[in-house]
């Protein structure tokens, strides 16, 4: 009854014109109070429960006509994992709620991002669940001038969280895309590559030499939508390289961006820089164009912070008796670099076996 008064809120502050609301949905206490309320005296309006792909123990039980426990739940979304809903929530869930959304981690971490974009306030995952509902059943339906309401249930974020969250925001938003490419294994392979790409933002490079044929590149593009990604993907391929679209792949996504690389018993000769560049639109473009195609790239590794500088860390193969000239080029390029080679851990992970 107490959760009740906020669809009571809602009522009071919409002003009776009201299409649809939504609720985070754990054990099912919030959604069968406000849906109890709304539905006696709105019957008309919409009550749809939110819950993440990996909890949703509502969603199944509505399916089943029957309470439904999980065997396992994930905690991104601490504040609605439940195995199991309540009995007389349950009750109420199914006299009343219009239907269950589930949504994406990423999603959430999206919807994370919007709220903040709009409030300044940081939601918790379970706090945000709503608004990423919202999202989703709009996004599925085409609706235009409803009037919706998402519930926001909770700002107590774990401040080691923010991390993914801002990782995983842009790809919640369809605003990044995750590829993997394969291209020559030859100087000049790479900046042909990113003449494909063109004018977008690229916001991460990672790409470690394991061959003398082909190269394969772990790369993350900005993007306006799922269809925008898709063609991107498709432009590549009609360019004669081989693409994997990983946006998707969830195993791509939290481990392997970060393990592109290890030892190279290919490599020869390879000399390690890290450089800085103004972190602006096509600053990266621009710095592997000044890199040209003398000498073959063997690692590199980008990825953009929305920080002021942009860092790369890049191997070249430089033979010996190049090594000179090669050292009039660093100083030509006009970035600053720091030479790696004697790194620890660069001799641990990544020095040519």
């Known amino acids: 009854a107490g959760q009740g008064t906020i669809g009571e809120e809602v009522l009071r502050q919409s002003h009776g014109r009201l299409d649809a609301v939504f609720v985070p949905v754990g054990g099912g206490g919030l959604i069968a109070g406000i849906a109890g309320y709304i539905k006696t005296l709105m019957p008309q ?37 439940v195995r199991e809903v309540g009995e007389e929530t349950f ?32 939601m918790e995952p379970a706090g945000a669940l709503a608004v990423a509902g919202l999202k ?33 925001a842009e790809v919640g938003e369809a605003r990044e895309a995750l590829l993997g490419v394969t291209i020559p294994e030859r100087p000049g392979a790479f900046r042909a590559f990113c003449a494909v790409i ?13 061959g003398r044929e082909a190269a394969h590149i772990f790369v993350g593009l900005k993007t306006r939508s799922r269809e925008d990604a898709r063609e991107v993907a498709e432009r590549l391929r009609g360019e004669g390289y081989p693409t994997e679209d990983l946006t998707d792949n969830e195993m791509a996504k939290l481990h392997v961006r970060h393990m592109v690389g290890g030892r190279a018993a290919a490599v020869r000769d ?16 621009e710095f592997l ?20 500088f942009g860092r790369v860390l ?40």
């Open 45 to 81: 309006v919409l009550v749809v429960g939110v819950e993440p792909f990996e909890a949703d123990a509502m969603y199944r039980s509505l399916q089943a006509g029957e309470r439904v426990r999980l065997d396992q739940v994930g905690l991104f979304a601490d504040g609605v994992a």
């Open 91 to 122: 009750r109420w869930a199914r006299r009343a709620v219009d239907g269950v959304v589930r949504v994406t981690n990423d999603a959430i971490c999206a919807a994370i991002k919007d709220v903040f974009d709009v409030t300044r306030s940081v």
């Open 136 to 168: 989703a059943w709009v996004g599925e339906r085409g609706v235009r001038g409803q009037r919706l309401v998402a519930i926001l249930s909770g700002a107590n974020m774990n401040f080691d969280r923010l991390r993914f969250v801002a990782e995983r």
């Open 198 to 210: 063109g004018p977008r933002v690229v916001t991460e490079f990672n790409y470690r030499l394991a």
């Open 270 to 285: 390879e000399r390690l820089y890290r450089f800085e560049f103004p972190e602006r639109p096509g600053a990266l473009m």
């Open 289 to 308: 164009q000044k890199l040209g195609d003398r000498w073959n790239i063997s690692l590199f590794h980008y990825r953009n912070h929305g920080a002021d």
């Open 314 to 353: 890049c191997g070249f193969e430089v033979p010996e008796g190049q090594r000179s000239d090669f050292q009039g080029f660093l100083d030509r390029l006009g970035y600053p670099f720091i030479p790696e080679e004697g790194n620890g851990a660069y001799e641990l992970f990544l020095a040519g076996g």
